[in-house]
C-alpha cells in the first residue's frame, strides 16, 4: 500500500476524486484524504514533508510513499499545521 503526499490549490477531496479518475482506480479502491492541514507556507512544508519520507519514497520522481507513513508525518508537522 502507498499513500500520496503533497501540495493542492483544489480542496483534498477534489484532489482525491482527480487521482482516481486519472488512474482508473476502482472505486473500492479509489484515493481517500487521511489528513489535511492549512499552512502559510505549504509549498515549503511539502518539501519537507517529501525530504522527511524519502527513504519510504516508491519512486524518485513521484509523491507516492510507502505506508504507513501518516503518524510518522503528523508527528513531526502538526505543531505548524492548521487542521
Not at 15 to 30: C, I, N, Q, W
Not at 32 to 49: I, P
Request: glycine content about 4%; proline content about 6%; aromatic content about 10%.
Amino acid at each position: 500500500m502507498s499513500g500520496k503526499v503533497g501540495f493542492t490549490a483544489k480542496s483534498p477531496k477534489e484532489r482525491a476524486e482527480d487521482l482516481s479518475k486519472a488512474t482508473g482506480v476502482p472505486l473500492a479502491l479509489a484515493y481517500v484524504v487521511v489528513h489535511s492541514w492549512h499552512h502559510q507556507n505549504a509549498r515549503g512544508l511539502e518539501q519537507a514533508a517529501h525530504a522527511a519520507l524519502d527513504d519510504i519514497r516508491v519512486s524518485p520522481q513521484r509523491e507516492f510513499f510507502k505506508a504507513p507513513f501518516v503518524d510518522r508525518t503528523i508527528s513531526y508537522y502538526s505543531p505548524e499545521c492548521q487542521a
